[in-house]
């Protein structure tokens, strides 16, 4: 496992801190949870469950209905 040494600024310190307390986590958990999410190549569980959860949501085809015509692409 690695070990990163990170210098902050007080005042972001004690904002880290207050985060990391109202999370129930260690500093250390709290930048590794933080680190993890943003490096993630997938969407997390909370957020791919939903799909598919909107019955009124239109399909793709009613989507691309109103779009008009492509502009002709100048020649290269």
């Given at each position: 496992m690695g070990q990163v040494t990170i210098?902050?600024?007080d005042e972001i310190?004690?904002?880290m801190k207050a985060a990391a307390d109202s999370a129930h986590m260690s500093k250390s958990?709290?930048?590794s949870v933080l680190i993890q999410e943003k490096?993630?190549?997938e969407w997390p569980e909370s957020i791919?469950?939903?799909a598919g959860s909107w019955s009124d949501f239109p399909?793709?085809?009613d989507?691309?209905?109103n779009l008009g015509e492509d502009a002709t692409?100048?020649?290269l």
């Open positions: 210098y902050l600024k310190e004690q904002k958990k709290w930048i490096v993630a190549d791919a469950s939903m399909d793709l085809e989507l691309r209905e692409r100048e020649q």
